[in-house]
Nanobody, 125 residues
Framework: QVQLAESGGGSVQAGGSLRLSCAAS????????MGWFREAPGKEREIVAA????????YYADSVKGRFTISRDNAKLAVYLQMNSLKPEDTAVYYC??????????????????WGQGTQVTVSS
């Protein structure tokens, strides 16, 4: 099993930055593809960024390309999302997600085996 705990959410003004962290437990972390998803009120959960087991492959939604960076540290059992140039439309609950034994990247909610509890990000104009 993998347990995930997000931190780092909060409220910022447009143009600001936040860094989300996800602490994982379990010996399978390094064999899991990881991702960050978000869910805004009235909208479906969507992929923000994803990263492969080794960190060598990453994926970004078009809406965040050039502004967000996903990374992971397998030794620390952690995955991060650096968010710069935040916009009001980035406001959502952000979820850390694990695709256990995923051999590529996971960009669909249906690929996810484990979810964190979510952390709120609010960007004001």
């Amino acid at each position: 099993q993998v347990q995930l705990a997000e931190s780092g959410g909060g409220s910022v003004q447009a143009g600001g930055s936040l860094r989300l962290s996800c602490a994982a437990s379990g010996r399978t972390f390094s064999r899991s593809a990881m991702g960050w998803f978000r869910e805004a009120p009235g909208k479906e959960r969507e992929i923000v960024a994803a990263i492969s087991r080794s960190g060598g492959v990453t994926y970004y939604a078009d809406s965040v390309k050039g502004r967000f960076t996903i990374s992971r540290d397998n030794a620390k059992l952690a995955v991060y999302l650096q968010m710069n140039s935040l916009k009001p439309e980035d406001t959502a609950v952000y979820y850390c997600a694990a695709d256990l034994f995923g051999i590529t990247i996971a960009t669909m909610p249906s690929q996810i085996n484990y979810w964190g509890q979510g952390t709120q990000v609010t960007v004001s104009s």
